[in-house]
């Protein structure tokens, strides 16, 4: 058995995973492959991912990383976006991406049978390697941008995010978002030049799942990779300040709800704490229709439809988001009862038997996570980008059984600092909500 | 907006594609004696199961006065039964490491959870408790019917064009129940009684009104004989006649101007045409559905081309029909004007874009790209165990077969160019039509700027 293992080792250098057997290795040009071989469906995913987030968004040109990412699809090589779109659509394929703080991506959703594959593959190695950014149809989405801003940023579920995100960050990329102001100020060189310097090889993560062998992920990894630009060192990243002292922040608006966030940056990919905060938060606010806060907002008094607490781990330490929405004459109300919720969880913990629910839903759930060759992709895509272990599936149920009654207390404690949170309520702007 | 989308089945695929496995998704049906319809879709690939019980009760069988009553129910359902406590449901779902949540609409409620494939045995057994054995105290009813305002406020007030689309309907249709929103007018929520959601839960919560879709790793005959033992043991009971409250036929343009908070000013237009009545009725729905695909399925949609990149009348512009419903249904368009441009003028080049279709037909070119959606749709639906089993119940509960679902991609298929031309001029005249104008009312200037107290928290 032995000798038959080490065999299949060699056959196939990085066979990790147990749980989902996820080949990995690096193309020619230096960006990592991340491939799941899923026959059952005709079908291949494809996502790459580029270290091409908002975070290096120049200050006054915020949603430069976005507007380079949406228009590579707008013309690439001798083809018009038309053209494009009807390459992509006359095979069936699907194609996406975006852009956060972190990450850019590029996705791709295709029929496996050679002549669609072909076209769908081809295509997209256009808009990732020539991609044109023809200036009319930038001014246009521009345009649409500007519009679609200026729409967002009436709405009060908008504005507290973008509060929120200040309060957190300041002047730091993670703080800053997109104004009509600041996308005006994009100019095509700009979108060549944030292409150029980021959309490289070496910093990219192409992950795969379908119906495809091993050699045509090789062959398709290298052609998407093959000619990216050779990019230049990113711009450094400031570290996140941490908070000592949150702040309260309130925003009038005609609306009939409060919106209120709560939160502080609270945690970065590679924690040692993640498990435990990730189990801690199931209890307070991260599990559906039985977290605590579910519980004591909605259930016992009805003062919200929606309301929720998570993590958001990123390159640097992201967000830990409480979010409600209630009935403006409300807003006191709940603010008290969260708070109150939130200092009960700080100060004694979850129960032993919230501990154990907490565990028995996300074990008990997990092959959930990855029942799916949509869901696969996006683990595939989060191990290859965050650079987790090759084991992380593997290893998460168990890591998540093992997480103690005290590890979760002290996470908490390191990470939610009840001093440093910051509090943004938009809609009821009067004065004290105590 | 994008149109409905028909699944098919491999024998239709394009002739160019060749696939090295074959299977598709089996199904089983069975029908209860009680008269529920138990439906098995079978995904091997992983070892979880999706468990959808339906009932064919939406807001289209509400009444004036009591509208929003459907989905209040169904938050009530989570609430408590004879031998299930309220909350339990969920935390005896969530112990078995499941994931649920249910919904409602004009056509139905349904309730889901999903799970590893050994625990489904224990959520039917919760599942068709509570289809028989609910609660409904006047206690639980009124906490839960404030959450069920902050819903409509989150959704809907404080959302112009979720303001918009309301208004739409409740002016497209005079008599039929669809034109009152699934969440219920403000008011109806604040005058609902617990007893008006008995009444409810009495008229059609009844297993010969329901139905049962597994979908994922399972074995049809332990599913069926699991059904047997759980669902299967609940009477079957007769439901109260339906009146069929036919909407009369439109006799002129309908015209409203809303308005709202809002920044921007938008239209959105509500053609009355007919829905798919039978599979093997008119060829009508089929070109209907592939009008609206040809105007806005994908990005080289006659709109997005013509209106958005082209004429930059619009910023954004959007076609959409549903050709499977219980009730009547609308052919819409809608669109945001680009700068300098007005509503008036985005109506008109929407209007225009069908008009262009009903005097020029269509190209081949774009029939084919369309249906290779269509095509290539369906292959990607069997990634998705959940999709597949909302799909299956969708046409169910509109009063199809599941296995129509190969016969109406063909008819989708089938389809040409001069029916497109033809459904495109026999209906969008204007006496069919109902236009909802939004007329934006910014913020005041301060809202944003101004009045915002800076305090650090002590």
Redesign the interface.
């Known amino acids: 058995m032995l000798a038959i293992a080490t065999f299949v080792a060699a056959l196939w250098p990085s066979l990790a995973s147990a749980v989902l057997p996820i080949e990995h290795w690096k193309t020619a040009a230096g960006a990592r492959v991340y491939f799941v071989h899923a026959p059952s469906i005709p079908m291949l995913d494809i996502s790459i991912g580029l270290d091409a987030g908002g975070r290096y968004d120049p200050v006054g040109k915020e949603g430069l990383a976005s507007m380079t990412n949406a228009m590579l699809a707008k013309g690439a090589g001798d083809l018009d976006e038309s053209a494009m779109a009807e390459r992509f659509a006359m095979v069936g394929a699907e194609h996406g991406g975006g852009a956060g703080d972190d990450r850019a991506s590029v996705t791709l959703r295709t029929l496996s049978s050679p002549a669609e594959l072909e076209t769908a593959v081809s295509t997209l190695q256009l808009m990732l390697t020539r991609p044109s950014f023809p200036q009319t149809v930038l001014k246009r989405e521009k345009e649409r941008a500007v519009q679609g801003l200026r729409e967002a940023q009436a709405k009060p579920g908008n504005i507290a995010r973008r509060a929120f995100n200040q309060a957190l960050y300041g002047a730091h990329p993670y703080g800053r978002d997109s104004t009509p102001a600041s996308v005006e100020a994009v100019g095509r060189e700009d979108l060549v030049a944030f292409w150029r310097d980021n959309y490289t090889a070496s910093r990219a993560v192409v992950a795969m799942i379908g119906a495809i062998t091993r050699e045509q992920a090789a062959q398709i990894a290298e052609r998407l990779t093959a000619n990216l630009p050779a990019g230049s060192a990113p711009p450094a990243v400031p570290e996140v300040a941490r908070i000592e002292q949150g702040r309260e922040q309130r925003i009038e608006h005609p609306s009939t709800q409060s919106h209120i966030l709560i939160g502080l940056p609270a945690i970065a990919w590679g924690d040692s704490d993640q498990f435990a905060l990730l189990v801690g938060n199931y209890v307070l606010g991260g599990g559906g229709f039985v977290s605590r806060l579910y519980d004591e907002v909605r259930e016992k008094r009805g003062l919200a439809y929606s309301v929720y607490s998570y993590f958001s781990p990123s390159l640097q330490p992201g967000p830990f988001t409480i979010g409600l929405q209630t009935a403006r004459e409300q807003t006191g109300t709940a603010l008290q009862v969260v708070r109150d919720t939130l200092e009960r969880f700080l100060t004694a913990g979850p129960t032993e038997q919230e501990l154990a629910a907490a565990k028995a839903n996300l074990v008990g759930g997990f092959a959930l996570r990855i029942d799916s060759n949509r869901k696969i992709l996006d683990y595939l895509s989060l191990i290859g980008f965050y650079g987790l272990p090759l084991d992380y599936l593997d290893r998460w149920p168990e890591r998540v059984s093992a997480v103690t009654m005290q590890q979760v207390q002290e996470a908490f404690k390191r990470h939610v600092r009840p001093q440093a949170l910051s509090t943004i309520v938009v809609g009821d702007g009067k004065a004290p909500g105590k | 907006m994008h149109p409905f989308r028909i699944p098919g089945s491999f024998a239709l695929m394009l002739a ?6 074959a ?1 598709s998704a089996q199904t089983s049906e069975r029908l209860l004696a009680n008269g529920m319809k138990v439906i098995v879709i079978e995904d091997h ?4 199961v999706a468990h959808m019980a339906w009932y064919r009760a939406g807001s289209i069988d509400e009444v004036n006065g009591k509208t929003g009553v459907a989905h209040v129910l169904e938050h009530l359902m ?1 609430k408590g039964t004879k031998a299930v406590g ?2 339990e449901f ?2 005896q779902v ?7 949540n249910a919904f409602t609409s004009r056509d139905y409620t349904g309730y889901y959870q ?3 494939k050994s625990h489904l045995a224990k959520v039917m057994e919760l599942e068709s408790d509570r289809m028989t054995n609910l609660e409904l105290t006047a206690e639980e009813f ?10 409509r ?2 959704r809907t ?3 112009a064009s979720s303001l918009v689309y309301e208004q739409l309907m409740a002016a497209a249709f005079i008599a039929s129940p669809v034109r009152s929103p699934v969440v219920g007018w403000m008011n109806d929520l604040q005058s609902m009684r617990v007893e008006d959601t008995r009444e409810w839960y009495r008229n059609w919560y009844a297993p010969n009104n329901a139905l049962l879709v597994v979908a994922g790793d399972v074995d049809p005959k332990q599913v069926f004989d699991l059904a047997d033992k759980t669902y299967g043991r609940v009477p079957s009971r007769a439901l109260p006649a339906r009146k069929p409250q036919i909407e009369p036929a439109q006799r002129g343009v309908r015209r409203l101007r809303i308005k709202a ?4 000013p938008s239209v959105l237009m509500g053609f009355r045409v007919p829905k798919l009545e039978a599979v093997d009725a008119s060829d009508d729905a089929y070109a209907l559905e592939l009008l609206s695909a040809v105007l806005d399925l ?3 949609g006659r709109l997005t ?1 013509s209106v ?2 082209g004429s ?1 009348v619009a ?2 512009a959007g076609a959409g029909y549903d050709m499977v419903a219980r009730g009547p249904v609308l052919f819409l368009l809608s669109g ?1 004007p ?2 300098g441009k007005s509503t008036e003028d985005v109506e008109a080049a929407l209007r225009g874009e069908i008009a262009r279709i009903a005097r020029d037909g269509v190209g081949e070119d774009e029939l ?3 249906k ?2 269509y ?3 369906r ?2 639906k ?4 959940f999709g597949q089993a909302m799909e299956a119940a969708g046409l169910e509960i509109s009063g199809f077969s599941h296995a129509d679902a190969d016969a109406i991609l063909e008819r989708i298929r089938k389809v040409n160019a001069r029916q497109i031309q033809d459904v495109a001029g026999r209906y969008f005249d204007e006496d069919s039509l109902t236009v909802v104008t939004l007329d934006p009312q ?3 200037k301060d ?2 700027a101004g ?7 002590h």
């Open positions: 160019t594609l060749v696939f090295a496995s299977v690939r992983a070892p979880t989570f309220p909350g969920s935390r969530a112990a078995l490491g499941g994931r649920e999903q799970l590893h009124s906490r839960e019917i404030k959450v069920v305002m902050e819903e406020r989150l007030e404080d959302q908070p809002a920044e921007n994908d990005e080289n081309r958005v990149r930059r910023n954004r945001t680009a700068q084919r790209r369309v290779a959606q095509v290539a749709s292959v990607y069997r990634d998705s165990v910014p913020l005041p809202a944003n009045k915002a107290t800076l305090r650090t928290r």
